[in-house]
């Protein structure tokens, strides 16, 4: 068991990787209640061709990932649900674009809750009855987002950015598409995605490492999983250019919704890079467009938005895009102003004083994250999965530099670059 | 006003939150709620609205925010700061002083013109809650959660959204609302939270500094209880047409017991067992063995006493899911529990109450169900008094519980089978 010390945020962190290549990690937190636990796998809707070593390319049914998902807490003994209400834990899981994770919280019974966990995850489930009758449930799912506005802003500005690469896929799938998929394809990707040495397993909480480690070796020594595949991602070319500069649909909402965003053309080299490109993305939109910038008061003077106005970065090794928008009366006049505001900032750059501004927020922010098991736990996984660690981005935060992010502004905001996308108010 | 400090090293953070509170009432409940987004504009120190967020952005990104709601008959506004503990960062001015000053003026000093609110802000502020107003069927779930609780309660405050009436924004001005504001201010209940690396005698003193109130504001006769109205002989039915591709089945049960009473952790467990998890009556039987929804729950506000359930179908199985959940109220009353569902719930909620004791602002929203009902109940106290109910006192809340409303939310073309 290694011990990785993080004294600037007070933190201690305690790792071991075992022999099956399942990595481990404990965070105790001293006086909590609870222990958080997530157990993921680098298994999500993009990961939808893939091959293994003298096997043909598999291309799996869209939303197939979080088809799984679903049927993972069915065991021959019934739902897993009743059996983590029996043990006081509360259970979920959920699948995003790189990972699915499967989690509970508790605050008794933790080693055999924590059994359950590593035990329902690693013991797949299916007949053709069981998945026949998940399609029912699924459908109801796809169709409560399809009624769901910023849902369907955020999923429309995606799908048009790209042509190719999977992230444009809802996550769930459609409905047709899941209609098609068995239990034999469900089994091919749990014995693909599934194998320990490409899971993480995250416990947080007022717990003991060694009692926790000694589980999970006992546990793991149990098992035998075979061979690690060596699994090769495989993703058609993406064009530079947006799949359409504008997409728009119909819902019935109070007032026009808006997103847009920039693709990246050109991808970080490696991890390091990617992780610095995410920093100053982010420090970029707070400057531009976080609720203290002028250019945000004055588009709220405007009444060309609301508090639903935001930006966020989304990036990974294979993709990247920012998008910045929320509900207005006016779509082409918003976009209008924003750009004429960026095409200013382009030419004279941000302000030091603002700058140092938000990165003082985006410090603040990070260290509240960090009183949140559930945060910490999902978003650890998430950097790890993508070769960085949640716990060194304070560094990164303060040693950023005003240039940096006036430089990634200039890289990021390329008009040609750009996708729109808009759910307009349903006609009645 | 009240204090209420809970001293704690848990956390990187002190959490603040002010809870004020007035009875649900037609002429106050949009000036109420407009007075928080006013509010927050500026302060008579920084009346400039970016200035004033600057001010926050360089307490290292201090959180603020409020919320509307209500609570048994109470429209409650609830302001919440977060801050960093001081010994994350080199920081020169101690942020927990700083965070109550900047709260202290927000709530009593705001930014003025000619003696009422600017006016500036205040057109743009009804314009803003005119808009959250009008967003409410943006998000279908909630609307059909709300439209039924309005059907329900149509004679009642509690028909009254906690963001006001869309009617009476025309008519405010910024004299109107300023002294609505002083009246608010007034004659509200104030109860002041602080949870993180302090103690009462700090606060006390911080506070004292911070908020321009008068030595006896905010400390009145405390919360009034809610009144329960009857359910109608026979459910009433209400169907609305929308454009919509899953349809929304809710309904609306009036338990007649409160927070406060005796009964109330059976309750708790009458609402677990029914529909408050995945492995409730509702979620195994609609969802489960069904395939009917995605979610199907029930939830509580127990200081109303009222119930409700919320699931998501397709439009032509109306009638397949209402027989289901109808079904599962009628085991409820028959006793039709079983050791298992008894013993898991227990779990579920115990497991929930001890989970607050993690997060600040839970700690301070359970100690506030105190004030608001005049009961005190430890989360120790409720865990054993959860531990001890048995199906008999189950059955006991069953039998008061009356289905009052069938709210159906469908779309415009779908049949109904």
Known sequence: MKTLAYPVVQETLYYEQMPNGLSVYVLPKKGFQKTYATFTTRFGSVDNQFSLPGEQTTRVEDGIAHFLEHKMFEEPSGDIFATFASQGASANAFTSFDRTAYLFSATEQIPANLTTLLDFVQNPYFTDENVEKEKGIIEQEINMYKDNPDWRVYTGLIDALYHEHPVHIDIAGSVESIRRITKESLYQCYRTFYHPSNMLLFVVGGVDKDEIMELVRHNQASKSFGESPQITRLLEPEPDAVKLPIKRSELAVSLPKMMFGFKETVLPADSEQLLRREVASKLMLEALLGPSSKLYQQLYDDDLISDSFGSEYNSSASYGFTMIGGDTRDPEALLAAIRSAIEEKLATGIAADDFERVRRKRIGGYLRMLNSPETIANEFTRYQFRGNNLFELLPLYESVTLEQVNERMREHFRWDQMAVSIVDKAKT | MRLHVMPTKRFKTFAISLYAGVPLAESS????????????????????????????????????????????????????????????????TPLLAAALKLLGEIVTDPALEDGVFRGKYVAAEKMTLQKRLEAIINDKIRYAAERCLAEMCRNEPYRLHALGKLDDLPGISSESLYDAYRGWLGQAELDLYVAGDTTLAEVEQLAAEAFRLEPSAGAGAGYARSEVGQAAEEPRTVIETLDVSQGKLNMGLRTHIGYADEAYPALLMYNGILGGYPHSKLFLNVREKASLAYYAASRLDGHKGICTIQSGIEIANFEQAKTIILAQLQSMKEGQISELELSQTRAMISNQLREMQDSAFEMISYDFNSVLSGKSRTAAELISAIEAADVEQIVQVADKVELDTIYFLRGKEAQLA
Request: aromatic share 12%.
């Open chain 2, 29 to 92: 409940v949009t000036t109420t709620a407009l007075t928080p987004f006013v509010l927050r504009r500026g302060t008579q120190a920084t009346p400039e609205t970016l200035a004033f967020r600057e001010r926050l952005d360089n307490l290292y990104g201090a959180g603020f925010g409020f919320d509307i709601y209500k609570r048994g008959d109470a429209q409650i506004v609830q302001f919440r700061m977060d801050v960093i503990n001081d010994q994350f960062v080199s920081s020169g």
